[in-house]
C-alpha cells in the first residue's frame, strides 16, 4: 500500500511505499527542500529531522547547500541546476512561490502535484509524484506553463524532470552502463567523484555509449545487502543525468531530457512537459533494486505487461540483405518445424534496399523479389502456424532513394553544413508534422494490407547536422530533439491502437534505444547486434541492472559469429538465449540434422520455462564469471513453485570438485525436486549449501536445471 500525506503546519509532504518512504517540505522561502529517502519513517518523524538538523547558513562564499526537490537557478546556489530558464527581459533568476497541491488517491495508488510559480514571471511550475501501491518506485515529472502577460517567450535552458537527494554517507558509489554498438550495457561501479559527473547523450537516441538510469549507494552495498538509490529516465532522445557531490559529502543527482545546449522556447500560454524520471529505494542490494525495477517494468511500464513472448525466428544474420520470397518461404518452413512462433524478415524486403546503400525512404516491397507483394508469403507465413514480423527503419532514408529525390529538405540539415552520412544515411526529421504524417500512413498501410503481427522498428544512426532550416533561431529550432522523440511514441501508440494485436520490438542498430519510454510502447527490445553467448552474459547482466527478461530478445545464431569470430556448442549459446526472450537467427539451411534437433528440443523445453523467465523473479546469483568461472542466474515464479537455474562456465576449470551454486529464494522448509534428473533436495540446503551442478569440464560448459518444489511447506 502507498500514501501521499501532507502536514499544513509544517508544510511538509510524506511518501510511503511499501518498504520506503520520501519527504520535503517548503522553507521560509518556498523552496520545496529534500527531507528524506530512505527507511520507512512518519510524517512526524520526517518532520523532526528538520528540527533537529537544521540548514545553517554559511559564510558568503559557502552558498545555499540545502538539498532541493529541484535545483533552481538563482540567489546564492551554485550547483548544477535541474531548472534553468532566461526570461524575455534577460532575468535567469528563479524565485519560488508556493501555490497550492493536489493529492489524489485512486486503486492503483496516489498522485500528488506540488504547484508552484515563480514570485514575479508568467512562469507555472508544477512538480508531480506518483506511487503505485505495489512497488518502492517513485515516478516524478515536471510541467512549465507560461501564464501568459505581455513578457515575451521564456527561454528555457534546462528542465530536469526531477532532482534525487540522497543522505549522508561516508562514501558514495555510483553505478551505470556504458557501451558502444555490439557492446551495450556494459556495468561499471566507481567512486562518486567531488564535483559533478554527467552521464548523458547528444546523439538523439538514448544511446548505446550510455542507457540513461544510476544507482547509488554508499559503496558497501552488495547484491543482496545494503542499501542502494536508483534513478531511470523515460526518454528515448538525448538526456542528462547529473550526479553531484559537494564539501559536505552530499550526493544528489538531477535529471531529464535534452543535453547542454539545448533549449526550448515556451510561449505564452504554452506548457512543457518532460518525461518520468523514477526512483527507487531499497534496502536488498542491487539485486533486490533490480528485482524492483522488474516487477516496476512489468506491472507498469510495458503495454502487455503479462503476456508472454513468443519465440520468433530473424532473417538478418541468414540473408543479410539478399531476402527474396522464395527463400522467406524457405526460412520459413524451417522455422516452424523448430517450433518458431513468430517470422520476422528483417532488412532488404523493400524499394532498391539490395544493400545499406539504397533505397531507405521507400517502404514498397522490392518488385524483384516479391513481385506478388508480401501477402503471399505473410499468408504462407500463417498457414505455417506462426506470426508475420517485418523489419522497418521509419526514421530514415539513404540519399540514394525516390523519397530523398522528391524531399531533400525532410531530413535534419543546416543551409551551410555538410550532410554526414552514417550508414550511407540521413535522418529523417521526424519533428515535421508531414515527415510523421507520412510515416504514420505507410506504416497503417503496411500492417493493415498485409496482416502484419509484429514490427521491428529500428533506427540505425544518430544524429548530426540537427537542424531544421526554416525554423531559425534557437528555442524554435532546438525543440526538434524532442519532438523528434514525441512523434515516433506518437506513431507507435497511434499504431498499437488502431492495431492492438500489433506487437513492436524496439531496435537502434542493436541496443541503442533501450529505456523505459520505449518500453511503454514496445513489446520487446533488441538488446544488441552482439549475438555471442559469451559477451551476451556481460551485456544481459548489464541491461537485467534495471530491465526485465521479459523484455531482452536474444537469439542463437551461427557458430562462429559473425561479429566475434568464437564458436561456442549449440547447447551454451541456447542456454544464454533461454535466460531472456528466447529466438534463433542462424543460417538454418546450413545447420546439421542434429542441431536442428538440438535447438528443436530446447525450444520445446524454453516454452515449458518461458513464463517463469519473462515472467517470474530474477536472481543474479554471481557477477559475470566470478564464482569459479561461473555465471548463473535463477528465475522463480511468482508462487514459488517453480524455479530454474541457468549456470554457465566459459573455461575448463582448474578444480575437480563438481561445483555448487547456492540458490536464493527457496522455502527452507519445502523439499525440491529436479525435474529431468528426478534428484530431490531439501530448500535449506539448497539455499545454504547450493545445487550440485553437472557442469561438463571442458570449455563451455553449461547446465539448465529445474526445479519444482514438492508440496506446500505448510503441509509438511
Ligand atoms: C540493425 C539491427 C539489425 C538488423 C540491421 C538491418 O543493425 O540491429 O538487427 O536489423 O540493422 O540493417
Known amino acids: 500500500m502507498s500514501t501521499i500525506s501532507f502536514s499544513p503546519e509544517h508544510r511538509t509532504w510524506l511518501l510511503s511505499t511499501p518498504h520506503a518512504s520520501y519527504g520535503f517540505q517548503l522553507d521560509a522561502t518556498d523552496a520545496p527542500c529534500h527531507l528524506h529517502w530512505g527507511a520507512p519513517l512518519t510524517l512526524g518523524q520526517v518532520e523532526e529531522l528538520a528540527r533537529i538538523y537544521p540548514a545553517k547558513r554559511l559564510d558568503s562564499f559557502g552558498g545555499r547547500r540545502v538539498p532541493e526537490e529541484l535545483a533552481v537557478d538563482g540567489a546564492d546556489r551554485f550547483g548544477v541546476a535541474g531548472l534553468q ?3 524575455a527581459d534577460g532575468t535567469r533568476a528563479l524565485e519560488w512561490a508556493y501555490v497550492g497541491h493536489e493529492i489524489v488517491e485512486d486503486e492503483h495508488g496516489a498522485s500528488l502535484a506540488l504547484r508552484m510559480r515563480d514570485r514575479h514571471y508568467p512562469l507555472a511550475i508544477a512538480l508531480h509524484y506518483r506511487v503505485h501501491h505495489d512497488s518502492d518506485v517513485i515516478e516524478r515529472h515536471l510541467v512549465l506553463e507560461h501564464t501568459g502577460g505581455d513578457g515575451g517567450p521564456i527561454e528555457v535552458l534546462r528542465a530536469d524532470s526531477a532532482g534525487w537527494s540522497l543522505p549522508e554517507r561516508a562514501d558514495y558509489r555510483v553505478g551505470h552502463t556504458v557501451g558502444d554498438w555490439a557492446a551495450e550495457t556494459q556495468l561499471k561501479r566507481n567512486q562518486v567523484a567531488w564535483g559533478e559527473t554527467v552521464f548523458t547523450s547528444r546523439r538523439g537516441i538514448s544511446s548505446h555509449s550510455a542507457n540513461p538510469w544510476v544507482t547509488l549507494d554508499a559503496g558497501d552495498a552488495d547484491e543482496e545487502h545494503g542499501q542502494v538509490w536508483g534513478a531511470a529516465l523515460a526518454w528515448s532522445g538525448d538526456w542528462r543525468i547529473t550526479v553531484q557531490r559537494d564539501t559536505d559529502n552530499r550526493v544528489g543527482l538531477t535529471g531529464g531530457f535534452g543535453h547542454d545546449g539545448v533549449s526550448w ?17 531499497t534496502a536488498g542490494g542491487f539485486g533486490a533494486a533490480s528485482r524492483a525495477w522488474h516487477a516496476y517494468v512489468l506491472d507498469h511500464v510495458l503495454p502487455h505487461p503479462r503476456e508472454p513472448r513468443p519465440v520468433l525466428y530473424n532473417s538478418w544474420e541468414a540473408t543479410g540483405f539478399a531476402v527474396d520470397e522464395a527463400g522467406q518461404r524457405k526460412l520459413a518452413a524451417q522455422a516452424a518445424q523448430l517450433g518458431v512462433e513468430l517470422f520476422v524478415m528483417d532488412d532488404g524486403w523493400f524499394g532498391t534496399r539490395t544493400s545499406d546503400t539504397a533505397g531507405l525512404g521507400d517502404w514498397w516491397p522490392n518488385p524483384d523479389r516479391f513481385p506478388a507483394g508480401l501477402r503471399p508469403l505473410a499468408d504462407e507465413v500463417h498457414r505455417l502456424g506462426m506470426g508475420f514480423g517485418l523489419w522497418v527503419e521509419p526514421e530514415m532514408v539513404n540519399p540514394d532513394s525516390e523519397l530523398y529525390r522528391r524531399h531533400p529538405d525532410w531530413i535534419l540539415h543546416f543551409e551551410n553544413r555538410e550532410r554526414t552520412l552514417l550508414r550511407q544515411q540521413s535522418v529523417l526529421n521526424f519533428a515535421r508534422p508531414d515527415v510523421a504524417q507520412w510515416a504514420h500512413e505507410w506504416l497503417d498501410r503496411l500492417v493493415t494490407e498485409n496482416g502484419i503481427d509484429f514490427l521491428k522498428w529500428d533506427m540505425n544512426r544518430t544524429f548530426s547536422e540537427a537542424g531544421w532550416p526554416q525554423h531559425g533561431t534557437d528555442g524554435e529550432a532546438d525543440r526538434l530533439w524532442i519532438d523528434h522523440v514525441r512523434n ?27 529505456d523505459l519510454g520505449m518500453m511503454a510502447r514496445t513489446d520487446q527490445v533488441w538488446t544488441s547486434d552482439n549475438t555471442d553467448a559469451l559477451d551476451r552474459l556481460t551485456i544481459q547482466h548489464g541491461f537485467s541492472q534495471i530491465y526485465p527478461a521479459r523484455v531482452m530478445g536474444a537469439w542463437v545464431t551461427d557458430s562462429p559469429n559473425p561479429i566475434t569470430g568464437r564458436s561456442i556448442p549449440l547447447r551454451f549459446r541456447c542456454h544464454v538465449a533461454m535466460s531472456g526472450v528466447m529466438a534463433l537467427g542462424g543460417t538454418l539451411s546450413e545447420w546439421s540434422a542434429q542441431e536442428l534437433e538440438q535447438v528443436a528440443a530446447e525450444v520445446a523445453r524454453y516454452k515449458e520455462i518461458r513464463a517463469t523467465v519473462q515472467l517470474g523473479t530474477r536472481y543474479r546469483l554471481t557477477e559475470v564469471g566470478d564464482a569459479g568461472g561461473i555465471t548463473a542466474v535463477q528465475y522463480t515464479s511468482a508462487d514459488g513453485a517453480e524455479t530454474v537455474l541457468f549456470a554457465w562456465r566459459p573455461s575448463r576449470p582448474i578444480g575437480r570438485q563438481p561445483a ?5 529464494a527457496l522455502d527452507p522448509r519445502a523439499r525440491y525436486r529436479d525435474r529431468e534428473s528426478g534428484r530431490e533436495y531439501e530448500g535449506a540446503l539448497l539455499t545454504e549449501y547450493g545445487l550440485p551442478l553437472e557442469l561438463a569440464t571442458h570449455d563451455y560448459a553449461s547446465t539448465l536445471t529445474v526445479l519444482d518444489r514438492l508440496e506446500d511447506p505448510a503441509e509438511r
Open 488 to 514: 515516433v511514441y506518437a506513431i507507435i501508440d497511434r499504431l498499437r491502437a488502431d492495431h492492438p494485436n500489433l506487437r513492436i520490438e524496439g531496435c537502434s542498430g542493436g541496443g541503442g534505444r533501450i
Open 265 to 281: 522556447r515556451l510561449n505564452p500560454g504554452e506548457q512543457l512537459t518532460t518525461p518520468v524520471f523514477a526512483g527507487l529505494y
Open 85 to 87: 530558464v532566461r526570461f
Open 660 to 664: 555448487k551454486m547456492p540458490l536464493l
